[in-house]
């Protein structure tokens, strides 16, 4: 059993920073990435972010890309997303998500809860 926990959410002005942290516990040997989501009211859930656990390769929403960074610690199994220059349109619930195996359709295993950023204009 894989358990996903978010940290980190809150409440920035526009333009601000915020980083959230996701932990990843149980069997987490066997990830190939893990990534981020948002899921604002009102609109369909969307990826932000992912990186492989092997290579750290990483991939971004064309929207946030220069502005958020994703970054992993294998040896903590946890991934982070540093937010920068935010945006009153980057408010949302935030996922960690984390999957065994690529799909082109960003089908992922293990969800977290959420935590909820909201930047203020």
């Known amino acids: 059993q894989v358990q996903l926990a978010e940290s980190g959410g809150g409440l920035v002005q526009a333009g601000g920073s915020l980083r959230i942290s996701c932990a990843a516990s149980g069997h987490t040997l066997s990830f190939y990435d893990m990534g981020w989501f948002r899921q604002a009211p009102g609109k369909a859930r969307e990826f932000v972010a992912r990186i492989t656990w092997r290579g750290g390769y990483t991939y971004y929403l064309d929207s946030v890309k220069g502005r958020f960074t994703i970054s992993r610690d294998n040896a903590n199994y946890t991934v982070a997303l540093q937010m920068n220059s935010l945006k009153p349109e980057d408010t949302a619930v935030y996922y960690c998500?984390?999957?065994?195996?690529?799909?082109?359709?960003?089908?992922?295993?293990?969800w977290g809860q959420g935590t909820q950023v909201t930047v203020s204009s």
């Open positions: 998500a984390a999957r065994v195996q690529y799909s082109s359709n960003y089908a992922y295993d293990y």
